[in-house]
C-alpha cells in the first residue's frame, strides 16, 4: 500500500543552526505534502504544506521542497529556537486519504 | 470559536464493551477524519469522509465503524474492542477539497482509550 518514509526520526541541533527534515512517498498520484508540529501532550498543528504543482515555499523561518519525480520532500528550519521543539510529522495525501510518516524528534539545545 | 470536539478525552474499558467516541466541529468543514497515534508508528489514517453519508477507509480501518448523519458530527465505533486498539485517537476536519490551499486539516484535542 501507500507508504510514507521519514529520517531522521530523531535529530539534535545547537540553537541557531538549521535542520532537515526528509520524507519520500510510494503512490504518485499524492498531491498535497503537508508538515504538522506536535508538542508534547497537544494535538498535531499545520506549520507548513506544499502542493505538487509547486516545487518550494517558504514561511519565515520554515520552507519545503518536493521533488516530485524522485517522489520526495524536505523540511527546512533555520535560525533554529528551543521552542522548535517538538515532533514533526510529513504526510502526503491522495484523494482524501493522508499517510502520515513515523515522525521526528527535533531538539533543540541552548 | 472555530474548533474540534472530541469526547470523550480519557477512557478505560474492557475487551468487547461497545464503545464510541464523538467528534464535532463547528466550521461547517465537509472534510473529516479519525486517526490513531502509536509510539513509533506516527498518525494513522482510519476513515475519513467527503461529506455526509460519504464515508471511506483509511490505512487502519479493521475494527472501527463511522458514520456521517450529519456535517458537523462524525463519530468512531468500536462494536467490539481489543486491547491491540489501545491508542491516542485524534479527529480532524477540513474544508473542501477542491479548493486550492484550503486542505488544512484541524485536528481535535485527542482521546486516550486504554482497553483491558
Known amino acids: 500500500g501507500e507508504n510514507v518514509e521519514q529520517h531522521p526520526s530523531t535529530l539534535s541541533v545547537q540553537e541557531g543552526d538549521s535542520a532537515v527534515i526528509k520524507c519520500t512517498y510510494s503512490?504518485?498520484?499524492?498531491?498535497?505534502f503537508p508538515w504538522y508540529k506536535q508538542e508534547l501532550g497537544k494535538r498535531p498543528q499545520l506549520i507548513i504544506d506544499?502542493?505538487?504543482?509547486?516545487g518550494e515555499k517558504k514561511d519565515q523561518r520554515i520552507a519545503v521542497t518536493l521533488n516530485k519525480t524522485a517522489k520526495h520532500f524536505s523540511l527546512h528550519i533555520t535560525e533554529t529556537q528551543p521552542e522548535d521543539s517538538a515532533v514533526y510529522f510529513c504526510?502526503?495525501?491522495?484523494?482524501?486519504?493522508?499517510?502520515f510518516g513515523q515522525g521526528t524528534e527535533l531538539s533543540v539545545k541552548p | 470559536e472555530a474548533q474540534v470536539t472530541q469526547n470523550p478525552r480519557y477512557l478505560i474499558t474492557v475487551t468487547g464493551k461497545k464503545l464510541t467516541v464523538t467528534c464535532s466541529q463547528n466550521?461547517?468543514?465537509?472534510?473529516m477524519s479519525w486517526y490513531r497515534q502509536d509510539p513509533g508508528l506516527g498518525l494513522r489514517q482510519i476513515y475519513y469522509?467527503?461529506?455526509?453519508?460519504?464515508?471511506d477507509k483509511g490505512d487502519v480501518p479493521e475494527g472501527y465503524k463511522v458514520s456521517r448523519k450529519e456535517k458537523r458530527n462524525f463519530p468512531l465505533i468500536l462494536e467490539s474492542p481489543s486491547p491491540n486498539q489501545t491508542s491516542l485517537y485524534f479527529c480532524?476536519?477540513?474544508?473542501?477539497?477542491?479548493?486550492?490551499?484550503?486542505?488544512?486539516?484541524?485536528f481535535g484535542p485527542g482521546t486516550r482509550l486504554l482497553v483491558l
Open positions: 506544499i502542493r505538487s504543482n509547486v
Open positions: 480532524a476536519s477540513s474544508p473542501l477539497r477542491a479548493r486550492v490551499n484550503e486542505e488544512t486539516q484541524y
Open positions: 469522509s467527503m461529506n455526509v453519508e460519504v464515508t
Open positions: 504526510a502526503a495525501s491522495s484523494m482524501g486519504k493522508l499517510i
Open positions: 466550521m461547517n468543514h465537509e472534510y
Open positions: 503512490d504518485s498520484a499524492s498531491n498535497y
